[in-house]
């Protein structure tokens, strides 16, 4: 039922945000901060073609041709950061500029692997023109074999490849009960000029099977040479990578609200948008909130969110009878 379920393009994206160390001030109405975070943005794409002939084999899909060529980004970098912001009262303003170091990246490119079986004779067309870049992720070290490169802590902290970014937040405070925010987040790129490999695949190959009576009659059938055979038409060979190559954040923009009913009810709303580069699409998101107030020491707190096409709903309740604060949670 999993594969039955999954659409005809499907995706995961991941995006993680480690802040290691902030120190910051304030002086009069000015606010200033020094930090430092590991992040990492990661999208895959892969169609269903791909999962069911994984899954079933090419069995039920003779005479049918296949698309399977999965999508991949992967960019992890070192983020060095200052802020400043500025109070004029009901409204703060406030921006980061930061320095960024890439650790490592891999994007697939353009080109597809396209998969036909012959219904008459049952010979395997392969066509693959699909394309991969990397930069101190990974290599090819022997046929179809995948190196993933391991870097020291200096490589993570100050690589060679690098790039600036821009974050900016505003908060206006309409009244006591009302406030509204924007913010944009990771409007920048970092440019790849070191360590820069792209891998193709090797165009169409024709698999004509094997030769059953040769094989009964004679010295028997070598299975492992034949299925070595399509595995290295499958596999990926290095060629000329581009000088360098710019690669845009997936930045986030939205706006917000908060608003406080009374001592005991608070309800919160951001709408945002989450453009992922690779892609070169905009997901929106809407999340809802509200925090209840039902003792003293006990508060309640439920959501609703809609991003990437789906429903989430959590719920939480926190306790704090006393110097200590308990915290249960719960989602999707």
């Known amino acids: 039922s999993l594969v039955g379920d999954l659409e005809d393009e499907n995706t995961l994206m991941n995006s993680t945000e480690l802040m290691t160390f902030y120190a910051g001030t304030r002086i009069n109405q000015w606010r200033f901060g020094l930090y430092h975070s590991f992040r990492l943005q990661a999208e895959s794409l892969y169609p269903a073609d791909l999962v069911e002939l994984i899954w079933y084999g090419n069995g039920r899909y003779i005479g049918e041709e296949l698309s399977i060529a999965p999508g991949g980004f992967y960019n992890a970098w070192n983020q060095f950061g200052a802020h400043v912001a500025y109070d004029f009262g009901k409204l703060q303003v406030g921006v980061n500029i930061n320095r960024n170091f890439s650790a490592s990246y891999g994007q697939s490119e353009s080109g597809d692997i396209g998969i036909f079986t012959d219904p008459d004779f049952y010979e395997i067309t392969v066509n693959n023109t699909h394309q991969v870049v990397s930069s101190s992720f990974f290599s090819y070290e ?4 995948v190196e993933v490169e391991e870097n020291s802590w200096l490589q993570w902290a100050f690589a060679q490849n690098g790039g600036w970014s821009l974050d900016l937040g505003m908060n206006w405070q309409i009244n006591d009960k009302l406030s509204v925010h924007g913010f944009l987040r990771d409007l920048g790129s970092i440019t790849y000029d ?64 908060d608003y406080l009913m009374n001592e005991k009810n608070r309800f919160s709303l951001i709408l945002s948008q ?51 604060q308990f915290m249960l949670y719960t989602d999707n």
């Open 142 to 145: 022997d046929d179809y074999t």
């Open 194 to 257: 070191e360590n820069l490999e792209r891998y193709a695949g090797q165009g169409e190959f024709v698999y004509q099977g094997t030769q059953l009576e040769d094989g009964l009659l004679d010295e028997g059938i070598d299975y492992d040479v034949n299925l070595d055979t399509i595995i290295t038409e499958l596999d990926y060979q290095e060629v000329q990578a581009p000088s360098e190559k710019e690669v845009s954040l997936h930045a986030t923009y939205g706006i917000g609200a």
């Open 274 to 324: 989450y453009h992922s580069s690779f892609q070169d699409q905009s997901f929106e998101i809407l999340h809802l909130g509200w925090h209840g107030r039902l003792l003293k020491w006990m508060w309640l707190n439920a959501n609703y969110s809609y991003k990437f096409e789906r429903h989430n709903i959590g719920l939480g309740l926190t306790l704090a009878p006393g110097p200590f």
